[in-house]
């Protein structure tokens, strides 16, 4: 790669980092403190300090066009709507001699969020950055020098007043009074010398900025009927016609939506259908057709608008625009917090194409975003890209790479409404493809050392009822061992998913669940456990004494005891054998309750033999064949304790 090459690319990435910052910033403006922004911040550091060892930057800006020593400046779509943002407030000139703090990007996007009038009020963009004491950027028209040491000297650069033109001027030259014909015939007429008088450039005019300005200035003024034959054809032919692409992007959407709507009024033209053509040429996102549709509603609703339009720019001065209720409202509503975080498609994309040390740093400006937007379909779509690159990072097993991607969003979507909430869950599973828990599944039952039960348990409850799912459809025995061997590594601390299917009406998972609250509940889940003794299924009855042992071990005993009382003769029977396994006099202790109380003759002899397997047992059977033992037991219960504490004492 050539030093130009290298150059080119370091200009880029601060400008493209300035971008995405001002996207993270417009969220919350003036809230430089949240992770997104600071992230931000973060990267447009690391981005300047690379670029500024070779000089300061120093990049004039021609409409969505960003040119660097002469050269246009490769085709980045955040590069443009930086160049656009600093169009739009009358700024051709960006040049960063210094590393920015987060102080002075916070000045900054200030700046590019203002109005370009409230900034011509106080002097234009740069005079409010010097006077907010901001050195390490400045925004200016290109003036007469370069920044010292910077990459270039603008050509042909001249003193702000020699470029400035007025509309009237530029009305004379299009000549707009000697129009003639139809309004079609004279819109035409009008387009041919609009093309012309572009096609030679500023000018007079001095530069781009003030001949766009000045262009949308005269459409803005043409009589109503020669404004929307005008507007008419540059939507038919923004697709083919750079001059019509050029000039439907010196509107804003407010205007261009008035405009689409002031076609359809006598009902000719469909204002939405043309909003859609300008969607589908790429001329504009996808919003302007909400806000077009919402706005012709809102005319048929004689004027009714939302209040707070004027953030978009849009001033109605008719009668009777109180807030209303109703359709028309939710729509512009949601229209107005999808405008305010348009600039945060650039960061959605950089979920799925940033850089590898960028992604976890994009995703909390994202997570921030999904905290501000209202439209459920929007975020929809922004989950999307998310869970698609959680799928990524879990098929590589990059468990920082999938926290990070987690952890924002959780807290953006968790801490809000119900709905929101549910959002979250069902994209989480979405992430969660069986295919790739399958996988690895798979992978964690012949590794060693797996990060897969660290992957999975980041999911938190989710994570653990997908798991339990899949274990719940899984035929294969085998299968079914991993993953119940993987569950006792991940549901530690999410085991209300686990208690859930306790109720499940197929008694295999329900025994699944008891298998598993034995494994990883700990004695707080004893109780709970041994309710399950009166499950209807023998299956999960059988699994419950085996569990508490698990689960309590000595602190088990006194449920196995009341166990070995119940009316299930193999519960009872299991409950015996769970206490000779278990250490300890309480356990002895418990299983000589069991000889001097239980009616059942059997699960007596059965306790006499845990006693004599233990080495506790031969002093409490010797007890036990006492005829001095209280309650005194059956002398066929004595004799065989008798017969068992000889044996052990001998076999000691």
């Known amino acids: 790669m050539t030093e130009v090459d290298a150059r080119e690319r370091q200009v880029l990435a601060v400008l493209k980092q300035l971008w995405l910052g001002l996207a993270a910033y417009r969220l919350y403006p003036g809230s430089v403190e949240r992770p997104g922004f600071v992230a931000a911040a973060e990267r447009i550091e690391g981005a300047a300090r690379a670029a500024l060892a070779g000089g300061p930057i120093d990049v004039e800006i021609r409409g969505d066009r960003i040119v660097r020593d002469g050269v246009e400046l490769a085709e980045d779509d955040h590069v443009q709507k930086l160049a656009l943002a600093c169009f739009e407030r009358r700024v051709e000139r960006l040049t960063v001699v210094g590393i920015p703090d987060v102080s002075d990007l916070g000045h900054l996007y200030e700046v590019l969020s203002r109005g370009v009038d409230d900034l011509d009020a106080s002097g234009g963009a740069g005079e409010v950055m010097r006077t907010s004491g901001v050195a390490s950027i400045e925004l200016s028209r290109v003036g007469p020098a370069p920044v010292e040491g910077a990459d270039h000297t603008p050509e042909g650069m001249e003193p702000p007043e020699a470029r400035e033109r007025t509309t009237d001027v530029l009305a004379t030259e299009l000549m707009v009074e000697d129009l003639h014909g139809t309004p079609d015939d004279q819109a035409e007429t009008l387009l041919s010398r609009l093309g012309a008088l572009l096609a ?369 003769a193999e519960v009872r029977r299991q409950a015996v054998t769970a206490l000779g396994a278990l250490v300890g006099p309480e356990a002895a202790d418990a299983l000589a309750d069991v000889v001097r109380s239980s009616p059942d003759r059997a699960l007596r002899m059965r306790a006499l033999d845990e006693l004599a397997a233990r080495p506790d047992g031969p002093d409490l059977l010797r007890e036990l064949a006492s005829r001095k033992a209280r309650p005194r037991l059956p002398w066929a219960v004595r004799r065989r304790a008798r017969s068992l504490a000889r044996h052990a004492g001998g076999a000691r």
Not at 385 to 414: C, F, K, N
């Open 200 to 568: 030679e450039g500023p000018g007079e005019a001095g530069s781009p900025i003030d001949l766009d300005a000045a262009v949308h200035d005269v459409v803005t003024e043409l009589p109503a009927e020669l404004r929307r034959s005008l507007i008419d054809r540059l939507v038919e032919r923004v697709r083919t016609d750079p001059v019509a692409e050029r000039l439907i992007g010196t509107m804003s959407n407010a205007e261009l939506t008035r405009a689409l709507i002031d076609l359809g009024r006598d009902g000719r033209r469909d204002p939405v259908e043309l909003a859609r053509q300008l969607a589908q040429a790429g001329a504009r996102q996808l919003d302007i057709v909400d806000l077009t549709a919402a706005l012709a509603a809102g005319y048929e609703d004689a004027g009714t608008i939302v209040t707070g339009l004027e953030q978009l720019g849009i001033r109605l001065d008719e009668p009777g625009l109180s807030a209303p209720g109703g359709s028309v409202m939710q729509v512009l509503a949601d229209y107005l917090s999808a405008t305010e975080t348009d600039d945060v498609r650039a960061m959605q994309a950089m979920i799925v194409g940033g850089e590898e040390e960028n992604r976890a740093h994009a995703i909390l400006a994202v997570g921030d975003y999904l905290a501000a937007e209202t439209d459920l379909e929007r975020t929809e779509e922004v989950l999307d890209l998310w869970a698609a690159e959680i799928r990524d990072a879990m098929g590589r097993r990059d468990l920082s790479q999938t926290r990070a991607l987690l952890e924002p969003v959780r807290e953006a979507l968790l801490g809000a409404a119900d709905d929101r909430r549910a959002m979250f869950e069902a994209y989480v599973r979405k992430a969660l493809e069986p295919e790739l828990v399958a996988r690895l599944v798979a992978t964690d039952a012949v590794e060693s050392g797996s990060p897969v039960p660290d992957l999975l348990a980041a999911f938190g409850a989710v994570g653990v009822d997908v798991l339990l799912d899949m274990l719940a459809e899984e035929e294969d025995r085998n299968r079914r061992a991993q993953f119940l061997g993987l569950l006792r590594r991940t549901v530690r601390e999410n085991l209300d998913p686990v208690l859930n299917r306790l109720s499940d009406p197929r008694w295999y998972v329900a025994r699944n669940a008891v298998s598993l609250l034995g494994s990883v509940g700990g004695p707080v889940m004893l109780p709970r456990i041994e309710e399950l003794a009166g499950h209807e299924s023998p299956a999960v009855r059988r699994e419950v004494a085996s569990a508490l042992v698990a689960a309590g071990g000595p602190a088990a005993v006194p449920f196995l005891g009341r166990l070995a009382a119940v009316e299930d």
